[in-house]
């Protein structure tokens, strides 16, 4: 494991992504393959769940350093990430390094045996590994053991890490990655293999992403040259038909299938050899329902029949990737519509997303206010010449929101962030006037700059109130204006109403506490969603 | 009265200043000719408004020192900032027995412990290879009073070779000279801008070398003459990867002129005081964790709250 710890520290260590990719590519050519295989799972953001409890590794570092929890949970604050905390104060215990071990020998022989021990077994066998690793290694002990391992890389680095140890083209390597596989030495013999492997035929694409519009409209030449779509909201997805099959894999490479029969059932009409990209969505009398609706869907794995009914859903086809078989990604869009409106029904359950046609930028600029009261996040903005390309690379695709919800609201309290803002504290609670007290309203984690961050920081360790642990209570001073995209009733808020992806749109120096925004003024924008 | 010289110990406008004697020459440069500034030797004692004070090294930086005060109410000692870890650049802590010892708890909590010096810097003088056969530039960010020039004395270790450095540094560098600290020799960043900036084959190139610079010369034009460049921070603050990480050093090296946790608790072991007060940093734990072990204890307030400075 010392060779993965060492790629985690070195990966770790820079913010170069060059650096990144030759220290991943440099290990997946000397590795040996069954560590490889393990190492690209973990680097992919795969977990193995939870073998261990937190409480329980929480115990036994009580147990192993004489420390009182108290005290451990102020180090949590401070380092803001539980599997370091425990390998920081572990630096009491002595070490005595042992000779190495492969990463796949403690996956598959050490580690994954203790699913299912009694927690005093489980104890009797970790224990005694604190003092055979240093630091590193045993931080990447505990992150596996709490299911917790997360390296800073996108898949997008992993892939052209591999593509480089490979000598493949990206592509290649990106699609043998989709999808469903072990991590065992053969199979990452045969990601690597220039070969034509047997594919997987449930596999889907890499999808492929738009990024935000961030100069006027017009800069983007000709309307002619441009396919507009309005901007579902629901969840990405691609329907794969193929050798008799259907697989519905959502962008977060999940397999869903099972949660969407209706979609399931209508692909089988599609022609083996069809591959479909498009919108999951909550959607009845011809109109999308919020995304709240559809949340009801994903969560549910039992019951299934009922909720059909009670939420009934579509698939929004954007693009078709693979037709009688054959990839045609990089044939244009233009083709690719073509080939929609003969493969895919406009209506249905199965249907297309229909190209919005209004002729000229101001009438889209137009069009595009109109996008709440149509059920709509926007639009997008495809190239009529684009391929179908891989991440999120820019110029073909754009997607062009709605501004947000806006309010002002004070802020009430801070905690610590995690991960890189531990010690600082950057987890803010909002609050909106209520008959003369403020009513939590959103939690907000994003937005601020750095140096506003550190502002804020030391204004918020001189003006704290209260403590309650980690959580500050601070003098109602400072007024934000918070931005989100969604609006429900919730019974699960006090204020009565939850707000989805709030965020900071602006630190309001110019506002006093007492001009922030009511709860009432809220409850007005939720009837206007409704 | 000064323990040490750093800006959150030592403050200008007032009307006179009494410092241990190393620590006089390093006021003299922050404060000008004109601050009435008065110094005493380590250990000798001065009685003033009815107590007996003296100055007793800290280890902290050059000239730090713990203040004793003796009065029919007992002995207080004032420990400033301090560190057990040996450095060469200023006179090692020296234990003074006391009723009441106000500690510092910078870093008070047990996930602070500090590696053997020796290693910390056999991973700079690594890092800094791997930079140079990149062709690469080494930026080490690190405060300009003490830890640049533990920096330069410990750096003797492994090179002779001299080390660029910002031109703020310059007059403490010369300072801890003139107090007869043994250090590498140092050549500031030479300003040819110009140059640079158009791109001559002539321009100056820094790649390979190793270049000292207060932290708030980073990401201001300065840096651009210094080409590509690997930069990292010296501080016990980097002993948390999320720190790190949050202000986006390339690489953090865990070098620190406080104590750790278990220097906390052997100091105020040793000191035998009954009572402990703590200030700056994690006060709160620690002073907590104290009382648990029948020891009264207490926290004191100070205006640096948040980030700790000079480390």
């Given amino acids: 494991m010392r060779r993965f710890a060492a790629l985690y520290d070195a990966i770790d260590s820079t913010t170069s992504t060059n650096a990144k990719v030759a220290a991943m590519a440099a290990y997946f050519s000397e590795a040996p393959p069954a560590d490889a295989a393990w190492a690209v799972f973990f680097l992919t953001g795969r977990r193995l769940k939870r073998l261990v409890p937190y409480a329980a590794i929480n115990d036994w570092t009580l147990a192993a350093t004489g420390l009182d929890q108290w005290l451990l949970a102020e180090c949590y604050s401070v380092v803001g990430d539980g599997a370091e905390t425990v390998a920081l104060v572990l630096d009491q215990v002595v070490v005595e390094t042992r000779e190495d071990v492969p990463l796949a020998d403690w996956v598959e022989q050490r580690i994954l045996p203790l699913r299912g021990m009694d927690p005093a077994a489980q104890q009797a066998r970790v224990s005694p590994w604190w003092g055979q690793l240093d630091r590193s290694q045993r931080f990447m002990l505990l992150k596996i053991l709490t299911g917790e391992l997360r390296v800073g890389v996108s898949q997008t680095l992993v892939v052209r890490a591999l593509a480089q140890a490979a000598q493949r083209p990206p592509t290649t390597v990106a699609a043998r990655l989709m999808g469903d596989w072990a991590p065992t030495g053969e199979w990452f013999t045969s990601l690597l293999s220039p070969e034509h492997t047997d594919e997987d035929r449930s596999r889907p694409y890499p999808f492929f992403l738009a990024s935000p519009l961030e100069d006027p409209i017009e800069s983007l030449g000709a309307r002619d040259d441009w396919f507009v779509e309005f901007k579902w909201d629901g969840i990405r997805a691609q329907l794969v038909r193929r050798a008799g099959g259907v697989h519905l894999w959502s962008r977060g490479e999940e397999l869903i299938t099972h949660r969407f029969p209706e979609i399931a059932a209508a692909a089988t009409r599609l022609p083996d050899g069809t591959v479909l990209d498009g919108e999951v969505l909550a959607f009845r009398d011809d109109r999308p329902l919020p995304f709240s609706a559809l949340q009801q869907r994903i969560g549910r794995q039992k019951q299934v029949a009922q909720m059909v009914r009670a939420v009934p859903v579509v698939f929004m086809t954007y693009d078709i990737l693979e037709d009688e078989g054959h990839d045609i990604r990089q044939r244009p869009l233009e083709d690719r519509r073509r080939l929609i409106e003969a493969r895919v029904p406009a209506t249905g359950v199965l249907r297309t997303s229909q190209i919005v046609t209004a002729p000229t930028w101001e009438d889209l600029a137009a069009l595009r206010t109109q996008s709440r009261t149509l059920g709509v996040e926007g639009l997008m903005l495809k190239r009529r010449s684009s391929a179908y390309g891989v991440g999120r690379k820019r110029g073909d695709w754009w997607k062009w929101k709605i501004d947000p919800y806006t309010i002002d609201a004070v802020l009430i309290y801070a905690q610590p962030g995690s991960g890189k803002r531990a010690s600082l504290l950057t987890d803010y609670t909002f609050g909106v006037w209520d008959n003369g007290e403020l009513v939590p309203i959103a939690k907000a984690y994003s937005g601020l700059s750095n140096e506003e961050i550190a502002d804020l920081d030391r204004w918020i360790r001189r003006h704290t109130v209260e403590r309650f642990g980690p959580v500050r209570h601070v003098e109602p001073v400072h007024v934000f204006e918070l931005g989100f995209e969604g609006i429900a009733a919730s019974t699960r808020h006090r204020s009565g109403i939850a707000v989805r992806f709030p965020r900071m749109l602006r630190w309001r120096t110019d506002k006093k506490a007492e001009e922030a925004d009511t709860l009432d003024h809220v409850r007005k924008i939720l009837e206007g969603a409704r | ?311």
């Fill in chain 2, 1 to 311: 009265m000064i323990t040490h010289a750093h800006g959150d110990h030592a403050r200008a406008g007032s009307a006179s200043y009494l410092c241990a004697t190393p620590c006089a020459g390093l006021l003299r440069r922050r404060f000008g000719a004109d601050a009435r500034i008065e110094a005493i030797d380590y250990g000798q004692a001065v009685t003033l408004g009815g107590v007996r004070l003296s100055f007793h090294p800290a280890g902290h930086v050059l000239g730090s020192a713990q203040i004793r005060i003796e009065s029919s109410l007992g002995v207080t000692v004032v420990a400033g900032d301090y560190k057990r870890a040996a450095d060469s650049t200023c006179a090692p802590f020296e234990v003074v027995p006391c009723d009441t010892f106000i500690t510092e708890s910078t870093f008070g909590l047990p996930i602070y412990r500090w590696d053997e010096t020796a290693a910390i810097i056999d991973d700079i003088g690594g890092w800094w290879r791997s930079n140079a056969d990149a062709g690469r530039t080494s930026v080490m960010f690190c405060y300009t009073i003490g830890k640049a020039q533990r920096l330069l004395a410990e750096l003797m270790r492994v090179t002779d070779r001299p080390i660029y450095v910002h031109g703020m540094m310059l007059g403490m560098i010369d300072a801890y000279r003139d107090a007869g600290v043994a250090m590498l020799p140092v050549a500031p960043v030479i300003e040819r801008a110009g140059a640079t900036r158009r791109g001559k084959s002539s321009a100056p190139s820094f790649a390979g070398e190793l270049v000292l610079a207060p932290l708030s010369a980073r990401g201001t034009p300065w840096m651009r003459r210094l080409g590509d460049v690997s930069d990292a921070f010296a501080s016990g603050l980097m002993r948390v990867r999320g720190v790190r990480r949050q202000r986006g050093f390339d690489r953090g090296f865990v070098l620190s002129d406080h104590a750790d946790w278990p220097a906390l608790l052997r100091t105020i072991d040793e000191t035998g005081a009954s009572r402990v007060l703590a200030t700056h940093g994690h006060a709160e734990p620690l002073a907590r964790y104290l009382s648990e072990r029948g020891l009264d204890s207490g926290v004191i307030r100070t205006a640096w709250e948040g980030e700790p400075t000079g480390d």
